[in-house]
């Protein structure tokens, strides 16, 4: 019985120093951090990063545009923006059921008649984007295109 009650305690104290252990631990890294952030270096990559995902990766002007989708064209075929832009494009489908595609943004989406579809995107890099009808739709189909120009 007694020998069971220095077992408990010495279990309790080893329990006691391992959480002390594992808090001081935890001062450790938080310490360390905070060095780190006072280091010019890493406080600069910090900040930079922080930015970068505030605003996710857009640094531009927000730019939306009315797009008419008809059989067989993008009504305008060329649009402007800016590097950095956050750009929304609101597809109006007045005839036939086409598709919107742009591939260097990752951009692929069904547009139904008679509804609109709105895309959003950053305009990450600058060139110039062909945007096309990936939704089979008839005889004009192939000429469904248009540019996306990011300057
Ligand atoms: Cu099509």
Do not use: Q
């Not at 059989?71 to 929304?88: H, M």
Request: proline share 1%.
């Amino acid at each position: 019985m007694k020998k069971g009650n220095i077992l408990i305690v010495a279990a309790v104290l080893l329990l006691v120093g391992i959480l002390g252990f594992m808090m001081l631990g935890g001062f450790v890294p938080t310490g360390s951090a905070v060095h780190d952030h006072t280091d010019g270096h890493h406080d600069k990559e910090g900040f930079h990063f922080g930015e970068d995902h505030v605003d996710d990766g857009h640094h531009g002007e927000a730019k939306e545009f009315d797009i008419t989708v008809t059989n067989w064209a993008f009504t305008p075929s060329e649009i402007k923006v800016k590097e950095g832009d956050l750009v929304k494009f609101n597809l109006n489908t007045l005839e036939g059921s086409h598709g919107f595609a742009i591939l260097e943004f990752g951009i692929s989406r069904y547009l139904k008649e008679g509804e609109i579809t709105s895309v959003e995107f950053v305009a990450e890099s600058k060139g110039e984007f062909d945007f096309f009808c990936n939704t089979i739709c008839g005889a004009g189909h192939s000429e469904m295109e248009g540019k996306l120009i990011v300057e």
